[in-house]
């Protein structure tokens, strides 16, 4: 089928829109010159100077460690989530309610979600004072958001695993937890590493959540971004930027790996 010439170049102005800013960041990231547009040669000194940046340096732990731990958290209770909704005989009215309470984290838009976590904490600090703004409440916001997300791919993983393979090993005296540690769990494990990588690439980027539930001694690179982009943009920044961006499409190609492992296992089963 031949494509007219006009699509073909919207496709490419569509790319050029999408990753043109984002090669500009990276080539200012290693110029020479620290103000303007001009450049003024190669160079690393940007990153160097992260390195050596003790605030980055406490920023990037922050983030690191907010990242493992409620990744960690969201892809046990998302999984168990999806496993609880897809495998328990709901009725079609409840399968419906629960497909759409499902969704809301997905589509409800993310300053409002972070809008009704403030006011969430706030009230719990009448109960404790542990939920005062910093790393707890940003690790409590990253998962009410990140369960939904890894229950979705978990659950379409398990959607295309049939029912009759556990009625097989029930048949053979397999109780639920042999069958849960041997057979169920297993077939999920493309969907479970997938949703749980995308889970840690959108905490890593996560900003409006995070700047609603931050503390004092709790920045994330990304609020730190902002707070310099706020000054005027530097070298690096760009550094920073660059490096971030760096591990998102990381993570993005390991998600779409095991996407296609999860694909190819399907047809082969």
């Known amino acids: 089928m031949k494509i007219h010439p006009f699509f073909r170049f919207v496709a490419m102005a569509s790319i050029c829109f999408l990753y043109v800013p984002l090669f500009a960041v990276a080539v200012f990231s290693v110029n020479a010159s620290r103000f303007g547009l001009s450049w003024k ?8 100077q992260l390195a050596g940046n003790s605030v980055v340096l406490e920023a990037t732990r922050n983030t690191i460690f907010l990242a493992l731990v409620s990744t960690a958290i969201s892809t046990v209770l998302g999984t168990a989530l999806a496993i609880g909704l897809k495998r328990h005989p709901w009725g079609k ?3 419906g309610f629960f497909d759409v309470v499902l969704h809301l984290p997905v589509v409800t838009p993310e300053i409002v979600f972070a809008a ?9 600090r009448y109960v404790s004072s542990i939920f005062d703004p910093g790393m707890l409440n940003m690790i409590i916001g990253h998962i009410t958001f990140q369960i939904a997300f890894v229950a979705m791919v978990v659950g379409s993983r398990l959607s295309a695993i049939s029912p ?5 090993a029930r048949d053979l005296y397999a109780d639920n937890a042999f069958l849960l540690r041997h057979v169920t769990l297993p077939l999920l494990r493309p969907g479970i590493v997938a949703g749980a990588m995308l889970a840690f690439t959108m905490s890593l980027d996560d900003f409006v959540i995070s700047f609603f539930t931050a503390g004092p001694s709790s920045m994330t690179l990304p609020l730190y971004i902002y707070a310099q982009v706020r000054r005027g943009v530097t070298p690096d920044t760009h550094a920073l930027s660059t490096l971030i961006l760096l591990i998102t499409v990381l993570g993005v190609i390991v998600i779409e790996r095991f996407s296609r492992t999860s694909t190819k296992e399907k047809h082969h089963a």
């Open 41 to 48: 040669g190669f160079t690393l000194d940007w990153y160097v």
């Open 93 to 95: 009215r409840w399968s």
């Open 164 to 168: 009759k393979i556990e009625e097989a």
């Open 116 to 124: 009704a976590l403030v006011i969430a904490f706030a009230l719990l």
